[in-house]
């Protein structure tokens, strides 16, 4: 939640993110606490910065038992099981009207990658072009079937059973370096195998998943245009903007659907050598087309 006080005080809030990462995660928990964060009739307040919510007003109530009337949920229903177009429509409607009470109108949309393509594209123009004081949370557990489009159009926030922190030492970020120096090079034959990781450390290893993960998202980020500012690997920009006229839109989902695969498998306690070849491979596959 740091990350998203430092955002709202700095006035420095995205338009749109996209939380990913597996069920049981809090994805929900904080795009709900976001909202009362955004609305909160009494914030609580320390060195004239707004540090939480108080948890106690009207504003907050109606939040927490998703009744407020600039609050909206969307998440797959019917027989598909699915977000459908109508359902999109009813949000570009919504966020084009001011807030009926609060400061903020928020949607949340929950397992996006269940939309309708129609809805997806539906959703696609509202993204390209946000209201004020409006913002868009999108969750889900993978980058399978999310646009890349949509994705690139959001900032992604990765959920970890164990929490992050941005890196700091000078150590995390050799290691970092080293790895992405191993898998990067497009069309240049690779040969990474998994040896390149540390599968005796779950820590270590879901670290390194995260560290590939970011580097290709960031790649996917300055390929859309989008400011420098969401870029988390800063210290690589003229790599990154270097190496992102080699990959397309496409390529870049489908690396990133094959490294989420990965981190989940191994999760699931699948054998770590096996999830990491059979990523590095489809990671290869792309290098070489």
């Known amino acids: 939640m740091e990350f998203f006080r430092r955002a709202v005080n700095t006035d420095k809030l995205a338009h749109a993110y996209l939380f990913l990462g597996p069920q049981g995660l809090g994805k929900t928990l904080l795009a709900k606490n976001l909202a009362k964060f955004l609305n909160c009739e009494n914030p609580v307040m320390q060195d004239n910065r707004k540090v939480d919510c108080c948890d106690l007003c009207n504003s907050c109530h109606k939040i927490e038992g998703r009744n407020h009337p600039d609050i909206h949920w969307l998440e797959p229903a019917g027989r598909a099981n699915k977000i459908s177009i109508d359902n999109i429509r009813s949000v570009q409607k919504e966020i084009s009207l001011k807030a009926y009470e609060g400061k903020w109108k928020v949607f949340i949309i929950l397992e996006a990658q269940k939309m309708t393509e129609q809805a997806a594209n539906c959703l696609l123009k509202t993204l390209e072009e946000p209201p004020g004081s409006s913002l868009i949370i999108l969750s889900a557990e993978g980058l399978s079937g999310l646009l890349p489009t949509i994705v690139s159009r959001c900032?992604?926030?990765?959920?970890?059973?164990?929490?992050?922190?941005?890196?700091?030492?000078?150590?995390?970020?050799?290691?970092?370096?080293?790895?992405?120096?191993?898998?990067?090079?497009?069309?240049?034959?690779?040969?990474?195998?998994?040896?390149?990781?540390?599968?005796?450390?779950?820590?270590?290893?879901?670290?390194?998943?995260?560290?590939?993960?970011?580097?290709?998202?960031?790649?996917?980020?300055?390929?859309?245009?989008?400011?420098?500012?969401?870029?988390?690997?800063?210290?690589?920009?003229?790599?990154?903007?270097?190496?992102?006229?080699?990959?397309?839109?496409?390529?870049?989902?489908?690396i990133l659907t094959r490294i989420d695969e990965a981190d989940t498998l191994i999760k699931q306690n699948v054998n770590p050598k096996i999830a990491l070849e059979v990523m590095l491979q489809g990671l290869e596959k792309c290098n070489m087309k």
Do not use: H
């Open 155 to 254: 900032q992604l926030i990765k959920f970890y059973p164990l929490k992050y922190e941005i890196l700091k030492d000078q150590d995390a970020l050799l290691k970092k370096n080293r790895l992405i120096e191993r898998v990067r090079q497009p069309g240049g034959g690779g040969g990474a195998s998994y040896d390149i990781f540390n599968i005796k450390d779950k820590k270590e290893l879901s670290a390194q998943i995260a560290y590939l993960l970011n580097w290709f998202r960031d790649i996917l980020i300055f390929k859309a245009g989008l400011s420098a500012s969401f870029i988390i690997n800063a210290d690589r920009l003229k790599g990154i903007k270097s190496e992102s006229r080699y990959w397309d839109f496409e390529d870049l989902e489908k």
